[in-house]
């Protein structure tokens, strides 16, 4: 090895040691060792490297062509095709098989990089449905704390303050009298927990099927109010539109015993146009409102039900200075 071979060799190697920074500069350097020198494993490295890390085909494709052209000697010296062949083969050989080997190994680091990609997107949306799923559960916790608590306390208030006004015993007047107070004491705290429970909208929330049609008059039986009830509804109903329709109806009673005592109600449930419709009206209330508290808790409940099954609700005073719940669904 000569002097210059020497120093077109040292300039290879050290251009290798760039090679992972600036890959083309690296191959640059190894050039003149692969034309004038005698050693081609540096630009082997260097165009691997090139290949590995480069994005761009044409630069690789340029690069391996140098390289060809480097390692041939049929275009420096006076050979006939035939006598050049082997020396080609074996220069496509040398430039294709780091090239090849480099483009393999990018793709592998991509398609790794993808698939670890697709692990942490399935790890979110994992989570993703593991939250939704409970937000649902605490959105319909919250709506049947409301509507089953809510009812049963709010008619235990109502009894005892019944038991208060018709009784002439002191000690039960008193008790009357701690009920009630328990009794709102308990509505006051189940409307801070429906608060904490309730999350976003959860629409396509499925409805366990508990009360039905079939337990309406039971509920308007145990109300203690002044009831004409008229229900002409199907029977065929889904245990769903069914469980929203007894919804409607208690909510209403609710709000009667809670803001309107005294007062008649009338409730009606009917198919007009394609379209199921109850409504709880009641009169004005004869009597003093009772203190409990409220949140309006109940109506959006029964506002996204009736979402949940493409209908509607609304409520609104009377001009006689009533009150009125309306909830349409479709049929």
Same mark, same amino acid.
């Given at each position: 090895?000569?002097?210059?071979?020497?120093?077109?060799?040292?300039?290879?190697?050290?251009?290798?040691?760039?090679?992972?920074?600036?890959?083309?500069?690296?191959?640059?350097?190894?050039?003149?060792?692969?034309?004038?020198?005698?050693?081609?494993?540096?630009?082997?490295? $260097?165009?691997? *490297?090139?290949?590995? +890390?480069?994005?761009?085909?044409?630069?690789? !494709?340029?690069?391996? =062509? #140098? /390289?060809?052209?480097?390692?041939?000697?049929?275009?420096?010296?006076?050979?006939?095709?035939?006598?050049?062949?082997?020396?080609?083969?074996?220069?496509?050989?040398?430039?294709?098989?780091?090239?090849?080997?480099?483009?393999?190994?990018?793709?592998?680091?991509?398609?790794?990089?993808?698939?670890?990609?697709?692990?942490?997107?399935?790890?979110?949306?994992?989570?993703?449905?593991?939250?939704?799923?409970?937000?649902?559960?605490?959105?319909?916790?919250?709506?049947?704390?409301?509507?089953?608590?809510?009812?049963?306390?709010?008619?235990?208030?109502?009894?005892?303050?019944?038991?208060?006004?018709?009784?002439?015993?002191?000690?039960?007047?008193? $008790?009357?009298? *701690?009920?009630?107070? +328990?009794?709102?004491?308990?509505?006051?705290? !189940?409307?801070?927990? =429906? #608060? /904490?429970?309730?999350?976003?909208?959860?629409?396509?929330?499925?409805?366990?099927?508990?009360?039905?049609?079939?337990?309406?008059?039971?509920?308007?039986?145990?109300?203690?109010?002044?009831?004409?009830?008229?229900?002409?509804?199907?029977?065929?109903?889904?245990?769903?539109?069914?469980?929203?329709?007894?919804?409607?109806?208690?909510?209403?009673?609710?709000?009667?015993?809670?803001?309107?005592?005294?007062?008649?109600?009338?409730?009606?449930?009917?198919?007009?146009?394609?379209?199921?419709?109850?409504?709880?009206?009641?009169?004005?209330?004869?009597?003093?409102?009772?203190?409990?508290?409220?949140?309006?808790?109940?109506?959006?409940?029964?506002?996204?039900?009736?979402?949940?099954?493409?209908?509607?609700?609304?409520?609104?005073?009377?001009?006689?200075?009533?009150?009125?719940?309306?909830?349409?669904?479709?049929?």
């Amino acid at each position: 090895m000569t002097d210059t071979d020497t120093i077109y060799t040292i300039v290879a190697a050290g251009g290798l040691l760039l090679r992972r920074r600036v890959p083309y500069l690296a191959l640059a350097l190894t050039l003149p060792s692969l034309f004038f020198g005698s050693s081609n494993v540096a630009a082997i490295v $260097a165009l691997y *490297t090139v290949a590995a +890390l480069s994005r761009s085909r044409v630069g690789v !494709l340029v690069a391996a =062509v #140098v /390289v060809f052209c480097g390692n041939t000697s049929f275009w420096a010296e006076s050979l006939t095709f035939a006598e050049s062949v082997p020396d080609i083969i074996y220069s496509l050989m040398v430039a294709a098989g780091p090239t090849a080997l480099g483009l393999l190994t990018r793709t592998y680091g991509e398609l790794a990089r993808r698939v670890s990609e697709l692990s942490i997107l399935r790890d979110q949306e994992r989570e993703r449905i593991s939250d939704e799923v409970r937000a649902a559960e605490r959105v319909q916790l919250a709506r049947e704390m409301h509507d089953v608590v809510s009812h049963q306390v709010s008619l235990i208030s109502v009894q005892a303050g019944a038991l208060q006004v018709r009784s002439a015993d002191p000690e039960v007047k008193e $008790a009357s009298l *701690t009920i009630r107070r +328990l009794a709102s004491r308990t509505l006051e705290e !189940l409307r801070q927990m =429906v #608060v /904490v429970l309730r999350g976003p909208a959860d629409e396509g929330v499925s409805l366990t099927p508990q009360p039905t049609l079939a337990s309406v008059d039971e509920l308007i039986a145990s109300s203690g109010l002044d009831v004409e009830a008229s229900l002409s509804l199907p029977a065929n109903l889904s245990p769903a539109v069914q469980r929203t329709l007894y919804r409607a109806v208690q909510e209403g009673l609710t709000n009667v015993r809670k803001h309107a005592p005294g007062a008649r109600v009338t409730v009606r449930g009917a198919v007009e146009r394609n379209e199921i419709v109850v409504t709880v009206t009641n009169s004005a209330p004869t009597q003093p409102a009772l203190d409990l508290p409220s949140a309006r808790h109940g109506l959006l409940g029964l506002a996204e039900r009736a979402d949940i099954h493409g209908g509607s609700s609304s409520a609104g005073a009377t001009p006689d200075g009533g009150f009125e719940l309306m909830l349409r669904l479709p049929r």
